[in-house]
């Protein structure tokens, strides 16, 4: 039935009768019901308008998942037995809609996710109170020795010793899906990982991490 739903409003009413006390991402869900009830443009082309072309992210969109994408990495989920060791794989195709709705599923490279966070750091996306406030830590997570952590409206953030943003990111896997992506204020770096298959993602980042900050 899931994948079924091409149309978003078919995915909302998926949701509705039958999932929706299940599903963490329903704010999103709803979120990009109000854009398209605000805007009177669909969701994907109201994003693809309003943030990938105007971000310039040119190998950015919104994939069907039946169709054959040129340069587009599909994704594989392992199948385990009853003692969690991997027998095989199986394509994550039906563990989402087949095009991509509020709560994820556009595909794009590393390169557009660099792309992406430098246009909204420099205001071409949100207004400038809007840019500062998604920018900067809200809220306290954790208080360590030599670091704190704080969330934010989009990202995560991680503060120095000496209350100095250290790093932002965000992270995000599901099914055949792990991302992860960190932006270094002194430097002016980011780092990206984007798998098409579950791995130890902050094992692999915080070696890139330890290079870029030695």
């Not at 995560?156 to 932006?183: C, H, P, Q, T």
């Amino acid at each position: 039935m899931y994948f079924n739903c091409r149309e978003f409003n078919d995915l909302c009413n998926f949701l509705c009768k039958e999932y929706i006390k299940k599903f963490l991402v329903y704010i999103f869900v709803l979120l990009g019901l109000a854009i398209e009830g605000v805007t009177g443009m669909s969701y994907r082309e109201y994003v693809d308008k309003n943030i990938f072309k105007a971000a310039n992210m040119q190998h950015t969109k919104f994939c069907a998942m039946d169709d054959v994408n040129e340069n587009t990495a599909e994704g594989y989920d392992p199948v385990e037995d009853k003692e969690g060791n991997i027998i095989s794989w199986r394509k994550n195709i039906f563990s989402y809609p087949p095009i991509g709705s509020p709560d994820g599923g556009a595909y794009l490279t590393a390169g557009d996710l660099d792309i992406f966070f430098r246009a909204l750091k420099d205001g071409k996306l949100l207004s400038k109170e809007s840019t500062e406030e998604i920018l900067k830590p809200h809220v306290l997570q954790k208080e360590l020795p030599d670091k704190t952590l704080m969330t934010g409206y989009a990202f995560f953030f991680r503060l120095d010793k000496n209350k100095k943003v250290y790093r932002i990111s965000k992270e995000g896997g599901n099914a055949g899906v792990e991302a992860m992506f960190g932006y270094y204020p002194e430097i002016d770096t980011t780092s990206v990982i984007l798998a098409n298959q579950p791995c130890d993602l902050w094992d692999m980042y915080y070696e890139i991490e330890a290079l870029l900050i030695e």
